[in-house]
Structures are given as structure tokens and as C-alpha cells.
């Protein structure tokens, strides 16, 4: 290696000693520097990662590799100096390997002077360095293939030029063969074939992050087969044409075939090895989730995970085609034999397509293909069945495929999170298929039921309960194979559960026989079901369909994973106004319900009885208003009794300006404040504004040639309030994988002091923000040019907006009277009587206390989930819509403690978004970007100075005094 070594500092000084190599690390720096900014628009993208700049890398470096190689052997061939090289003791081999680490060398000094972008990208967001480092690792593996190439190239031409252009070509042609474009032209497998011989399709796959031993052997398999066929070439221009050396020649030759098929074999051998590879992202997101896997276990039927995706489709999606084939494989192997993953064409087998599309409503999905010569359409299909006994779920293209506008004009077409869409899917078809008897005989332990029950005290009208409840036991217990338990506890006699005990360990308290009576009775049920516990409050309904609905539920709700039951409540459509005119409805959340239907059950409910049924996992309370106090007391009582509560309350909602006919603004009474203050959280009744906001679409008509056309034009809305992960809980799931969350119209949230222990501020407002305190949101540029409204400067600060507790709650009505205690005085001046029967088939007591780890979300705006709101986003082609459905989908993953799906979601939808910055401040970061290229520059620039002047002749020619040789 010394000789390499020594041949390789010559062939370094003799490259430095002319100013092209300068010129060509220089000229491909500042051609990096500006694709990055320029062409791909990077502060456009707001984007911290560094993907525009390996994207144009494969074909940048086939022009610098092939400057750097077309010298290095046809150089020596023209100057005469390579017969010297030739007779040297060194063999061919250690030369080809020096001239190879010397154009390496090159390289990676072009490379490391590029560093100075994802460096400074890093200080402007949060950039995830594992890509970065596959993209470096792939930019370093392919310039070895190229210089392989360009060595071999240069060693058969003695013009440097003619090496130049067939460098570029036979590089050029390594990566077409992997280009979509040239894959759209081939079917039947042919396309795969090219897939896996183009370097570009090989480079994508390292630089996202994902080090595969398939893709690294690839590459240095083409290095080694051109690195053999320049050691042959080179050590052929030593041979004589006598029959003494034939066999020499002979070996060589086959020596040098043997070589490149041993290595062609061994990509061929690996190819359907898809496991071999390192997940090297921040956050694993191209690997399986242990919690992906935890599910897979749990299967005690088969799985059928079958992608339905036709080979001939459209050419952006041909490259997610594999994608999808490589992660249905890690399914399969994660499954341990209960998963069957498959990948298929329908339109290839007639069976397949009608059971597509007869038993699972699966059609094919028409695409328009165009060229420059002409336009047509594709039916093609891209879904995935999943189906579990007898439950089936489709997720479909629309589901699958996220689709980002590029600036140039290309879309970006990629898969959404195949993870997350997967295992969240597969949940609801395992968990559709279990019921609370086959939940219960899945347990490795039984499930423990205990009844507290005081029979001395009971009433009379609640005994058939007990009967029930041993009845609804023994029942399940057979049923499940002896996994349920049942004991009978009388609290007023057995010193181990005592009533102050049950008061303060599970919350449980006696409830009064009568309103005037001292005596109180239990018929309370805990269920124990693993680490989880649930107490199930007595009911007047004491009917064996009721009870077993409660008892089921209850298993429901303490399996991990089961198909959990949103309540939603939204307010009533209003009423005619004076002149019986039907107002419209402005508020509507058929987006957000459509988003959670994808996870869970969702439905309506009424609280007007001033009960919650009690198969809601979750209570959502939207825009509350006008409510009366039973529905108040509906919703407090649901978290006393450990249910987890999401309210979206704003002092304001959006209404028709009578006048004008726009937007305006109405103040929002009779909604939860009274009981959110009451736990500690105060919703001010103010509006927060904001420098930092969402736009807001207004159109605008202007003449073109005397035609009137109508665009949309965006303008700075301050009561569009614009959350960046800055300004989001870190750490926490309920904002995990947002980019960005649009606040309308909301207000500020204050947390009292001993609630801040347990509380976490999920979203704020910027330090930019003030407050506004009336109704009024038309701006007014005349007098304010740049946001249409004043700045209230003394109040700009960062306002709360949304907060997440844990804790233990009181209940509103612990010192408020009851809608349903006697003689109940409401607002209007009506009465109720407990002992009406409205009031007696209702409820049964009033729970005073929420148990230990109680949730409850609070949300000051309730016009970001507004239907009307997200559709006038949509209007700007912007999908800021999506973010505020996820923070949503996040809050109720959050209160059902489903963390495995918030994880995987997080980690495969969390995009990095660069630091609000000026325009200033980007220009900047760009221009001290090109200061530091050309400081590198000026420095290599400066020392081949020195050098130079430093580097004495080989042979020195005296010369006399008058200067003549």
C-alpha cells in the first residue's frame, strides 16, 4: 500500500498542479449552490432537509467524475509517459487503485465543501442528520461507480475530450436505465429489471436514509467491474501477440469475466433479500414500529394484506410501486406466519378484478398520461385490501397517496405514511372482529369484576340489578373459558373496603337513598382487565340489555386497540329568524367526523337527558352554546367518571354579515366556561391576533382585454392565527407530525396555579400576538397598509391557545346545585322536581370526583374544525386543513392513550419546516452560503499558489550570462 500511497500524493500534486481541477470543484459548487437555492426554490419549501441537494447530485456528479477521470490515463497515454508507468515494479492493479483514490479524493473534497449547507440548514430548523448522512454515503458510492467508469473510459482513448463525452454517456446511461421516465416505457417486470440496474434508483433509496446491503453491494460491485476491466485494459497494452503469452492473455481475460459474473450473481442471489438493510432516520420512519410489531403478535387469525396495483399506470406512481412491495414484505415477516402479503395486478386475472370490485367496491382509478406527442388515459388500480375473518377494510389511492406541488411544476407524488395507514387499518379489522367474549378468552390472566353493593340500603326498584349483574357474569365467564371473575362486596360490612377507601382509591362514594336521607346505598361494578381498571356507575335502567352493554363497553374500552366510540356534540341548527326565515348553518364538521371515522366510531349525541350513553370512550364538545344546564351537567359528570373529554370553546363564532354579506363575527354564551374555569382553566374573552398567520382567499376581479376575470388573492389575516412547531408542546403526541396548525378567531387560555403542575400548553401563539377585544374583523389598509389592523404593541406576547390536563378533577356540581336535585332553580326561571319521571330515569346521583389520570383537552377556538373555514383554506390550493383535522385525531389518539398509532405517525408525517425567518434573514443564509464556497475556493486557490511556487523542476538547463543555453 505504500506504493499506492506515494502514486496517489503524485497523481494528487500533478491534478493541483494545473488550475482545471480548481475549475471543476469550483464550477460544481456553485452549480450545487444554485440549484439548491434557485431552482429548487428552498426557502420556498420552508423545508429544513437537504433533499433538493442530493436530488440534482447523480447528475451533477457525472459531469464532475468525468472532467476529473478523462485525464488520468489518456494523459499519460499522449504525453508517452504511461509506457514508463508500464515498466515500473508496480503491478496494474496498485495503479488503477491510486488513480482511483486520487479522482475519490477529489470528490470528497468537492462534497465536504457542500457541508456548509445542511450545517447552516441545521441552525435554521431541526434537520434530521441520518438522511444527510445516507445522502453523503450515496453521493460517495455513486462518484465510486462513475470514476470506475471514467477510469476504464479514459484508459482506452488517448484524446481527454472523447473520454469526456463517452464518460458522460455510459454514466448518463446508468442512471436513465433507473429514471421513471425510461421505466414508463416498459412493463411485465422489465421495469423492475431497469429499477434495479440504474444508479439514480439506487441513490434515492440510500439518500432518504435507508442503508440497504443490497444497494451498497451494487454499487461496489460496478465499481469493482470496471475497476477489472480497467486493470485489463491497462495490462493489455503490455502484451505481445506471440503464443508464449496466449494463455496469460487468455486467464486475464476470463479471469476478469469470471470477476464481473461472480458479482452479477451475487446482486441476483441478494435481489429478494429485503430485510438486510439500517433504518439510520432520527425516527426510524422506514422501519417497522415495535408497537406495529406488539400488534402483528397479538393475531390469532390469518391477515391478508393484498395490494391491488396494476403494472401499466401512471409513471409517478411506478416508483411507489416497490415501496409499497417492500413494506407489505416486512408485514409479512413481523407476522410470523399469520400475515399473507401480496402484491397484484388485477387486470391481469379476471378473479381477482371481479372479487375487487363486486366484494370490496375496489375500481379502477382513471389517470391522464401525456407526452410532448400526445395525451391519454390509464385505468389503473392502487389500493389495499386488508381482511380479518370477516371483517375487511380497503384503504384507497386517496388514502395512500399525498401529492405536493414542486416548483417546477412537477409534482412531488409520494406515500402518505404506508406505516401508520397500515397498522391503524389493521386495528380496526382485528379489533371489528373481536367481541367482548373472544377479547376476554384472549387474556393470559382473567378479568376481575367486583360489585360493591350494599343490599340493606339498596332500593327496592334496583334489586332486579344484582340478579342481572351474576346473571350478565356467569355468562361471559363460560363464554370466554373461565375469564371472568366475579365477587360481591357489601362496603357497610367488610373493613377492607371501607367507604372512605373507596372514596379515595377508585372515587366511589355512596348515593343517597332520597334527597332528605342521610343513608346511601352502592351497586357500583369495578372491572379489572390487566394494569387498566374501570368503575362502572349504578343506572336506573337495571335491565339486563343495559347492564350488558355497560360491562361490554367497559371490556371494550380497556382492550388495547379496540374500536373505540367518539361522542360528538355540535350546536343545534338555529332558528327562523323574525321574519321565519331559515338562518343557515355555518358551523359544520362533516370534515372532522369523516377524518375520525377512518379510526374510530363516531356519533351524534344528545345530552339533553344529562347523561352520556355509555358506550362513548370520548366526548367531544364543539362550539358549546345555548346549552342547557343537564347537558353541562352531562358532560362534567362523563369526566367525573373517568371519561376523557375535548372541548373546542371560543368566546366568538362566525356569522353572515347582514350588511355586507361577508363574514362577521357574534359573541358565543351558555357554553362550558363556567365549569372549564371551575377546574382551573379560564377562557378570556378576548380574540388573538398575530403577525404570524394564515392567509386569508379573497376574490378579486380584474380586466384582461376587456374580459372580466376573477382570481383569488391571499391576504394577512392576524385572526388566522399561524402555529409552527416552535411555538408547540415539545415532546408531546397531541402535536406530533404537525407542521403547522391555523387557530381561527380564538381566544387565550389561562391555567390556574395549581392546575400548571398538570397541565401542558400544547399550542401558542407567536411573541408577536395581541389581544383584541371587540367583534369587529374587517380590515382596513387605508389607515393600517400592512395587516389591515392596529398593533397593540403594550399587549404583544405569546398567548396560550390550547391545553392538555391530566389529573384528578372536582366536579362542578360538588358545590353547585344539581339540575336534578330538588326544586332546581335554571336561568330562564323554571323548575324541575327530582321526582319527576324525566328527572328519575335519567340519572342516579352525582359523582363528585374524577379518578387519578382523568384526561381533558381545551381547544380556545372552535371555527378551526369549521367546515366553512377549512373549505375558504382550500380555496388557496393549501392543505392547512389536514394539520388542523390531525391535532384533532391527535387529541382523541392522546385520550385513549393510543400512542402506538400517535408514534407511527409521528415519525412518518413530522416535517421539518424551517424557523420563521425574514426576507432578510434568508437572504442572508444564502449569501453567507456562497461566501463560503468561494472562501474554500480562494483558499485551495491560494495554496496551489504556494505550490506552485515552491515545486522545483525535475531537470534544470544552465544557461550562461547572456541568458543563452
Not at 711 to 733: G, W
Amino acid at each position: 500500500m505504500r506504493q499506492v500511497f506515494a502514486f496517489t500524493r503524485k497523481e494528487l500534486k500533478s491534478t493541483f498542479g494545473s488550475p482545471l481541477a480548481l475549475i471543476f470543484i469550483g464550477a460544481f459548487l456553485l452549480a450545487t449552490l444554485f440549484i439548491f437555492f434557485w431552482v429548487e426554490a428552498f426557502f420556498v419549501r420552508g423545508i429544513a432537509d437537504v433533499r433538493p441537494l442530493f436530488k440534482w447530485m447523480p447528475i451533477l456528479l457525472i459531469f464532475l467524475v468525468s472532467a476529473l477521470t478523462m485525464r488520468q490515463w489518456s494523459e499519460e497515454e499522449r504525453s508517452g509517459t504511461l509506457e514508463m508507468l508500464l515498466t515500473l515494479p508496480i503491478s496494474p492493479i496498485k495503479l488503477v487503485f491510486a488513480k482511483f483514490l486520487a479522482v475519490m479524493a477529489m470528490v470528497s473534497l468537492s462534497l465536504l465543501l457542500t457541508l456548509g449547507l445542511p450545517i447552516t440548514i441545521d441552525l435554521m430548523g431541526n434537520l434530521d442528520w441520518g438522511p444527510v448522512l445516507g445522502g453523503y454515503l450515496a453521493a460517495l458510492l455513486l462518484a465510486a461507480a462513475y470514476s470506475a467508469i471514467g477510469l476504464f473510459i479514459s484508459s482506452r482513448t488517448s484524446s481527454q475530450i472523447v473520454a469526456l463525452i463517452l464518460s458522460v454517456l455510459l454514466s448518463g446511461i446508468f442512471y436513465l436505465l433507473g429514471s421513471s421516465a425510461l421505466q414508463s416505457f416498459f412493463r411485465g417486470g422489465i421495469d423492475d429489471l431497469l429499477r434495479a440496474l440504474g444508479t439514480g434508483s439506487r441513490f434515492e433509496s440510500i439518500e432518504r436514509g435507508v442503508i440497504d446491503l443490497r444497494d451498497l453491494l451494487y454499487y461496489l460491485s460496478l465499481t469493482g467491474i470496471f475497476l477489472a476491466l480497467n486493470v485489463l485494459s491497462l495490462d493489455s497494452k503490455r502484451w505481445s501477440k506471440g503464443k508464449r503469452t496466449r494463455a496469460y492473455r487468455r486467464n486475464s481475460r476470463l479471469g476478469t469475466i469470471l470477476l464481473a459474473l461472480n458479482l452479477v450473481l451475487l446482486n441476483v442471489w441478494l435481489f429478494p433479500l429485503r430485510g438486510l438493510r439500517a433504518d439510520i432516520t432520527q425516527d426510524k420512519r422506514y422501519s417497522l414500529s415495535s408497537s406495529t410489531k406488539d400488534l402483528l403478535d397479538t393475531l390469532s387469525e390469518p391477515l391478508l394484506i393484498r395490494a391491488y396495483i396494476s403494472e401499466q399506470t401512471h409513471p409517478l406512481l411506478a416508483p411507489l410501486i416497490p415501496q409499497v412491495t417492500d413494506m407489505l414484505r416486512e408485514y409479512e415477516i413481523a407476522g410470523k406466519g399469520e400475515v399473507t402479503a401480496d402484491v397484484v395486478d388485477p387486470q391481469k386475472n379476471p378473479e381477482l378484478e371481479a372479487e375487487a370490485n363486486q366484494t370490496y367496491g375496489i375500481q379502477p382509478r382513471p389517470f391522464q398520461v401525456s407526452d410532448r406527442y400526445q395525451s391519454s388515459v390509464v385505468n389503473a388500480y392502487f389500493d389495499i385490501l386488508l381482511r380479518y375473518g370477516d371483517q375487511s377494510e380497503v384503504i384507497s389511492f386517496n388514502d395512500l397517496i399525498e401529492v405536493v406541488p414542486s416548483q417546477t411544476g412537477n409534482p412531488d407524488v409520494q406515500l402518505r405514511n404506508l406505516e401508520y395507514d397500515l397498522t391503524r387499518t389493521i386495528k380496526k379489522v382485528v379489533y371489528g372482529f373481536q367481541n367482548a367474549d373472544s377479547l376476554l378468552a384472549s387474556l393470559d390472566q382473567p378479568a376481575k369484576l367486583t360489585l360493591f353493593e350494599t343490599p340493606a340500603t339498596l332500593p327496592t326498584e334496583l334489586a332486579e340489578g344484582s340478579s342481572n349483574i351474576e346473571k350478565i357474569a356467569a355468562d361471559l365467564k363460560e363464554k370466554s373459558g373461565g375469564k371472568l371473575e366475579l365477587s360481591v362486596i357489601d362496603p357497610s360490612t367488610d373493613p377492607n373496603y371501607t367507604p372512605t377507601r373507596l372514596k379515595d382509591e377508585l372515587g366511589i362514594e355512596a348515593i343517597p337513598v332520597s334527597f332528605f336521607s342521610t343513608d346511601g346505598f352502592y351497586q357500583h361494578m369495578l372491572l379489572q382487565l390487566g394494569t387498566g381498571q374501570q368503575v362502572i356507575f349504578p343506572s336506573n335502567d337495571v335491565s339486563e340489555t343495559s347492564i350488558r352493554t355497560s360491562i361490554e363497553s367497559a371490556i371494550q374500552r380497556l382492550s388495547p386497540g379496540f374500536l373505540r366510540v367518539i361522542g360528538i356534540w355540535t350546536p343545534p341548527a338555529p332558528q327562523p329568524n323574525q321574519f321565519g326565515q331559515q338562518m343557515p348553518q355555518l358551523y359544520q364538521t362533516q370534515f372532522l367526523s369523516d377524518q375520525l371515522s377512518r379510526d374510530y366510531s363516531v356519533q351524534t349525541v344528545d345530552l339533553s337527558s344529562g347523561k352520556v350513553d355509555s358506550n362513548i370512550d370520548i366526548l367531544m364538545v364543539l362550539a358549546p352554546q345555548a346549552m342547557t344546564e343537564k347537558e353541562r351537567f352531562a358532560v362534567d359528570q362523563f369526566l367525573m367518571r373517568g371519561g376523557s373529554v375535548i372541548v373546542a370553546e371560543g368566546n366568538y363564532g362566525i356569522t353572515v354579515d347582514q350588511t355586507g354579506g361577508g363574514l362577521a363575527l357574534q359573541p358565543l354564551s351558555g357554553g362550558l366556561a363556567d365549569l372549564l374555569l371551575h377546574y382551573g382553566i379560564t377562557l378570556e374573552p378576548s380574540l388573538v391576533m398575530d403577525t404570524q398567520n394564515a392567509p386569508f382567499p379573497v376574490p378579486v376581479t380584474r380586466s384582461v382585454n376587456g374580459f372580466q376575470v376573477q382570481e383569488i388573492q391571499a391576504l394577512d389575516y392576524p385572526f388566522f392565527v399561524d402555529v409552527r412547531p416552535a411555538s408547540m408542546a415539545k415532546d408531546n403526541l397531541v402535536v406530533s407530525g404537525l407542521s403547522s396548525v391555523t387557530m381561527n378567531f380564538a381566544s387565550p387560555i389561562s391555567l390556574s396555579d395549581e392546575l400548571k403542575d398538570n397541565a401542558t400548553v400544547l399550542l401558542s401563539s407567536s411573541p408577536n400576538a395581541w389581544t383584541r377585544d371587540t367583534a369587529d374583523i374587517q380590515p382596513n389598509f387605508d389607515a393600517y397598509p400592512d395587516l389591515g389592523f392596529a398593533v397593540d404593541t403594550a399587549s404583544q406576547k405569546s398567548y396560550p391557545l390550547a391545553v392538555a390536563v391530566t389529573g384528578k378533577f372536582s366536579s362542578y356540581y360538588s358545590d353547585h346545585p344539581s339540575p336534578f336535585d330538588q326544586s332546581f332553580q335554571t336561568d330562564a326561571g323554571d323548575t324541575t322536581s327530582a321526582d319527576t319521571p324525566e328527572a328519575s330515569q335519567t340519572v342516579l346521583g352525582t359523582v363528585k370526583t374524577s379518578p387519578e389520570g382523568t384526561r381533558l383537552v381545551v381547544l380556545g377556538s372552535s371555527e378551526f374544525i369549521n367546515d366553512t373555514l377549512l373549505q375558504l383554506s382550500a380555496r388557496l390550493g393549501e392543505d392547512r386543513s389536514l394539520s388542523n383535522l390531525q391535532l384533532m385525531q391527535n387529541a382523541v389518539d392522546w385520550s385513549v392513550e393510543d400512542a402506538d398509532l400517535l408514534s407511527i405517525r409521528a415519525r412518518g408525517s413530522f416535517t421539518r419546516l424551517l424557523n420563521p425567518m425574514t426576507e432578510q434573514q434568508e437572504t442572508f443564509w444564502e449569501v453567507l452560503n456562497y461566501l463560503i464556497a468561494v472562501i474554500a475556493l480562494i483558499v485551495l486557490a491560494a495554496l496551489w499558489q504556494v505550490r506552485k511556487r515552491n515545486t522545483r523542476p525535475l531537470i534544470t538547463v544552465p544557461q550562461t550570462a547572456g541568458g543563452e543555453a
